[in-house]
């Protein structure tokens, strides 16, 4: 069968007409997550199938985050009981370990391709290549709250260019950026006024880390909320290493808090 002609034009009109209505769409939303690891993603499918509009904003051409580098870039990843079940709610497919039967082997491109899936079957976007470089923020009786996100292309970012960022307004943003606690880490320097500190995360201590960060997970100031690894950064918590259940779960929860404080507002 041969391929039907394609004019270079009409590639460029559509590509330049689809983008356009895309970033229209996604300029006010109900929450962005910043960050498509599996907090990212996992948080995106729950807020998305709640009914909320959700764009997942990542700085790489790739969502995943720490997934895809596996355990010291063995293509292997683990999961605990019962975090196992939110994996197989996307259709990932896990081999118990033989010798610990609560733990399962994940495949991590497996893992990275259905979370992401789920996540955009659920109603969400993923905007690849996109870094949250600030917030946008209102006072309200003195106190800022957050009211949406600052963004660049990554490849403006890269170049050192100066070329201003534009805004997207939306009523929740969730710092799902991982190790460094970005959008955290932006605010505490900003907006001293918030009195966030980040702490930085503390050495490895799974099981605890891994408790810890589904029990710290939550709103940090008005519009703003955490998950994931943003969460050990931002407590201070010891870190897990490859073992994905505390992000699973904690991603999950953000979205269950977010809807408690937005329905809240309503
Ligand atoms: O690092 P990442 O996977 O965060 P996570 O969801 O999961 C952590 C685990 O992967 C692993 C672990 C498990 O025990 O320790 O490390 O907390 O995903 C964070 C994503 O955020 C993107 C980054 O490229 C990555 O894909 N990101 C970071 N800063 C920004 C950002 C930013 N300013 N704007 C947009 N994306």
Same mark, same amino acid.
Request: aromatic share 4%; net charge positive.
């Given at each position: ?10 590639? /460029?009109? #559509? *590509?330049?007409?689809? +983008?356009?209505?895309? $970033?229209?769409?996604?300029? =006010?939303?109900? &929450? ?84 992401? /899936?789920? #996540? *955009?079957?659920?109603? +969400?976007?993923?905007? $690849?290549?996109?870094?949250? =470089?600030?917030? &946008? ?130």
């Amino acid at each position: 069968m041969r391929l039907k002609p394609v004019e270079e034009v009409d590639v /460029t009109r #559509a *590509i330049v007409e689809a +983008a356009a209505e895309r $970033l229209r769409d996604i300029a =006010e939303v109900d &929450v962005v997550v910043v960050g498509a690891g599996p907090s990212g993603l996992t948080a995106a499918r729950y807020l998305a199938s709640k009914g909320f509009k959700t764009v997942v904003l990542e700085r790489r051409l790739t969502f995943g985050g720490g997934i895809g580098g596996g355990g010291m870039q063995l293509p292997a990843v683990v999961v605990q009981e019962p975090a196992d079940a939110l994996l197989r709610e996307v259709g990932c497919r896990l081999t118990p370990y033989h010798f610990r039967r609560h733990l399962y082997l994940v495949d991590p491109a497996e893992m990275m391709a259905k979370l992401a /899936t789920a #996540a *955009i079957d659920a109603g +969400a976007r993923i905007i $690849l290549g996109m870094t949250v =470089e600030d917030l &946008v923020f209102r006072t309200f009786n003195g106190k800022p709250r957050v009211k949406g996100v600052v963004v660049q292309w990554s490849s403006i970012v890269l170049s050192g260019l100066h070329v201003d960022p534009m805004a997207l307004k939306a009523d929740a943003v969730v710092d799902c950026t991982g190790h460094e606690a970005e959008v955290l880490t932006l605010a505490a320097r900003k907006m001293p006024s918030l009195g966030i500190e980040v702490r930085g995360e503390s050495s490895m201590w799974a099981s605890r880390g891994e408790e810890l960060v589904v029990e710290k997970t939550g709103m940090v100031c008005p519009g703003l909320y955490a998950a994931g690894m943003a969460v050990a950064a931002l407590y201070g918590l010891p870190r897990m290493g490859p073992v994905f259940g505390g992000m699973l779960m904690s991603g999950k929860k953000i979205a269950d808090v977010v809807e408690s404080t937005l329905k809240k507002r309503l």
